[in-house]
């Protein structure tokens, strides 16, 4: 007959190795839902993410068989809605109800904007892309070469892989809304002069104040330390929630990084779940400290002085 004490020991060895066991079902299956949800984008890294299965098939027809379809001919709503492990995002509420008139009275003011040197190299003044159906907004640094040539923000490669973090978060690019600090190219994409970011802040400004998103994603070094007036490095800022004029902001890498070093992509992937969450439920994610500056968030920088862009 077994004593009390191990009758205790087995039922507590037997509640162990069933926690054990339920552990091991969950986390199978949030590896298969992340797999799933971070698609492409990982693909080729050391995150390692396994390529989505594709959905042709190679077939051999019967004769006289009817031809198979093209699976996109077959669900033409799949070709815009990745499978992910999201539910759809939240739609933008909370706007003035003439907002898309008020950004374009500002989109055709920065159209003329002579107001620093860039207007004279300049193609195209790049103000903006995307609907805005999703309250989240992608700020960039500045207008590339292709960007410059297209007049959109994020065209060129940097802004492809942009496209598949955003999908992989289960969000189609064009429902968000895509700008940049500068909304002209600085020759040979050198760094934006701190007379520049002055000169073009205002607008980015508006356009935020307009669009009232829930979250801001800052890309890089550049956007992040300009809305966030800090010399602070990308590396301690990513991944944190600050507030910006009272809306959150996640700064995260700039897809141009992770273009050099594929490795940041996993860390790019958690910081933007980070920015899927705040979407899905802005209380459930409460911002950090400031970095520097007044608790709330910082306001916007007003002089040259203050944007200490460490450049
Ligand atoms: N890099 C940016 O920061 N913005 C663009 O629009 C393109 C590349």
């Known amino acids: 007959m077994p004593s009390s004490d191990d009758r205790a020991l087995l039922s ?42 594709r959905v042709a098939r ?8 009817e031809p198979e379809r093209e699976p996109e001919a077959v669900a033409p709503a799949a070709r815009k809605t990745k ?14 109800r003439d907002w898309k008139k008020q950004l374009a009275a500002v989109g055709a003011e920065a159209a003329e904007c002579r107001k620093c040197p860039l207007c ?19 700020v960039g640094e500045a207008p590339g070469r292709d960007e410059d040539l297209q007049g959109l923000p994020f ?26 600090i500068l909304k002209c190219r600085p020759p040979n994409n050198r760094d934006p002069l701190p ?16 669009l009232n998103p829930r979250v801001i994603c800052a890309l890089g070094r550049i956007a992040a330390q300009v809305l966030l007036q800090t010399k602070t490095p990308i590396g301690k800022l990513r991944g944190r929630v600050f507030l910006y004029n009272g809306r959150k902001l996640v700064p ?17 992937w958690e910081d933007v779940q980070l920015v899927r969450r705040i979407l899905d439920d802005p209380e459930s994610v409460p911002p950090d400290a400031p970095p520097g500056g007044a608790p709330g968030g910082a306001p916007p920088p007003r002089r040259v002085d203050d944007l200490n862009l460490g450049i």
């Open 195 to 210: 007379e520049e970011v002055e000169q073009c802040l205002p607008y980015l400004e508006r356009q935020l104040e307009i």
């Open 120 to 138: 004279e190299t300049r193609n195209s003044v790049v103000f903006e892309t995307g609907t805005a159906s999703v309250p989240l907004v992608f």
């Open 83 to 96: 499978p992910t492990a999201f539910n759809p995002p939240p739609k933008a509420a909370g706007r003035a």
């Open 252 to 268: 995260t890498y700039h897809p141009a990084a992770l273009l050099r070093n594929p490795d940041l992509k996993r860390t790019v």
């Open 155 to 180: 065209v060129g490669r940097a802004g492809q892989l942009l496209t598949k973090i955003i999908e992989a978060i289960g969000i189609d690019r064009e429902d968000v809304y895509i700008c940049n």
């Open 58 to 65: 190679a077939t051999r027809a019967e004769p006289g068989a």
């Open 12 to 53: 507590r060895f037997l509640q162990d190795a069933i926690r054990r066991e339920l552990r091991a079902g969950v986390s199978h299956w949030e590896n298969a839902a992340w797999n799933k949800a971070a698609g492409t984008f990982l693909e080729g890294t050391a995150a390692g993410a396994p390529r989505v299965a």
